[in-house]
């Protein structure tokens, strides 16, 4: 089925300036059927174009929708801004070793400077000196103090991170995710919005 976008004549006009909501912002937030949130805030959101499959799939309904419209020659819908599951899932019992969640359970911060920009992994026991992908050695860092810090370990270079790195769990994940506010999803996101797959030790 082709979706094609249809503008809205009547789109909001704020102070005079015209303002569309972008269509890659129309995500989604998932409730599940107890209408809780599925997961932690942002992974409770989909594309707009996973929500619309789902409805089409009898998987979920429509508890909300924004003023925008996908139209195909045959129908016509706003986007879905609030889904819920049809069916139950029961929430995991542990937050899964993901790029994402460690990210979230450090707030979305480098470690050792507070930059939220440029974020990826750093081990504290560098691999080439052992150290293991997991929850209690890896650290959000932004790339200069990766690069920074380089092979070395903490007391060698005087880096230490903020917080020992810790295997959280899901409500303090689920903590985390609220302390940011509802309609902030930072630039940083985006590319794990979608990606949550499980890290190799
Ligand atoms: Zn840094």
Known sequence: MLLRLWRRPQAQRVLGSFRLVPLNSCHALVLNADYRPLSYFPLSLWPWHEAVKAVFMDRVDIVSEYDREVRSPTFSMRLPSVV????????????????????????????????????????????????????????????????????????????????????????????HGRSFPPNYLHHSWHDFLYWDSELEP
Do not use: I
């Open 84 to 175: 819920a599951l049809k069916r139950y899932v029961p929430p995991a019992k542990r937050p899964a070793f993901t790029r994402f969640n460690v990210f979230l359970r450090d707030h979305f911060a480098c470690q050792y400077c507070g930059a939220s920009d440029d974020l990826t992994f750093d081990h504290l026991v560098p691999r080439s000196r052992g150290g293991r992908t997991t929850w209690e050695n890896v650290v959000t860092a932004c790339s200069v103090c990766n690069l920074a810090k380089g092979g070395r370990l903490a007391h060698e270079c005087h880096m230490h991170p903020r917080t020992r790195p810790y295997r959280p769990t899901v409500q303090e994940l689920q903590e």
